[in-house]
DNA sequence: AACACGATCTACT
DNA sequence: GTAGATCGTGTTG
């Protein structure tokens, strides 16, 4: 990696989730694998905000699968979905504020050959483009959730690269909430899992 | 113990 | 555009 790549200290994540979410744009997330590590530059999240949103997994309170949203800020919440997809969360706020940022879309920058084994005839820019293509094509799982994401084995990395223009629309695959523009995308990137609407 | 459903994706019409 | 895959979790009985 870059000389000039800084992994983003907690501090970073413990702020309130609509201003961390679009400043993940253009950051880039990084697993260290045991074979090579795999990154892309993160193109689309989602905010999801306290008991007060109702779309947030924690909106009724805490669980045994949301827990990991009650802590402490810059740790992995993931969860399984569908039956067979899983979805990458970063916790953020204070610990007893459940919030957290969904990374929904990402494009490939480096473990191409191991995204590409991950995710068979997948093109380059669908390789990331979408929660569970992305947990996928990057090897994330449960297994990571609650994983401290300002160690050394997944974790955001920020390359001083330009700033992207961002827009936000409503949050996908949700019954409620669809009020809130609570998704923040790249406006000039190929790799969103659905245009913004 | 049984049930309904989900922050998704793919294949097919 | 829409149906089907597939299963852990939370809720209900």
Redesign the pocket.
């Known amino acids: 990696m870059a000389a000039r790549a800084r992994k983003l200290p907690r501090s970073f994540y413990n702020r309130p989730t609509l201003e961390v979410a679009p400043e993940l744009l253009g950051k880039y997330l990084v697993h260290a694998t045991a074979h090579e590590p795999v990154s892309g530059r993160i193109v689309e999240v989602?905010a999801?905000v306290g008991q007060g949103d109702p779309?947030?997994?924690a909106a009724?309170g805490k669980?045994?699968?949301?827990a990991v949203m009650f802590g402490p800020p810059g740790f992995a919440y993931v969860y399984?979905?569908?039956?067979?997809?899983h979805?990458f969360?970063i916790v953020t706020e204070r610990e007893g504020f459940p919030a957290?940022v969904?990374i929904r879309a990402a494009e490939p920058t480096d473990g191409l050959s191991l995204m590409e084994y991950n995710?068979p005839g997948?093109r380059h820019h669908e390789l990331l483009s979408?929660?569970?293509?992305?947990c996928r094509s990057m090897g994330i799982t449960v297994a990571h959730s609650g994983l401290d994401l300002t160690g050394g084995e997944i974790y955001v990395e920020d390359r001083e690269t330009s700033v992207p223009t961002i827009v936000t629309g409503s949050?996908?695959?949700?019954?409620s909430g669809t009020d809130l523009l609570w998704r923040f995308c790249d406006a000039d990137s190929g790799s969103l899992?659905r245009p913004v609407g």
């Open positions: 989602e999801y779309a947030c997994h009724r669980t045994d699968r949301n399984f979905i569908y039956g067979m997809y979805c969360n957290a969904l995710s997948k979408g929660p569970g293509k992305l949050r996908i695959g949700i019954r899992s």
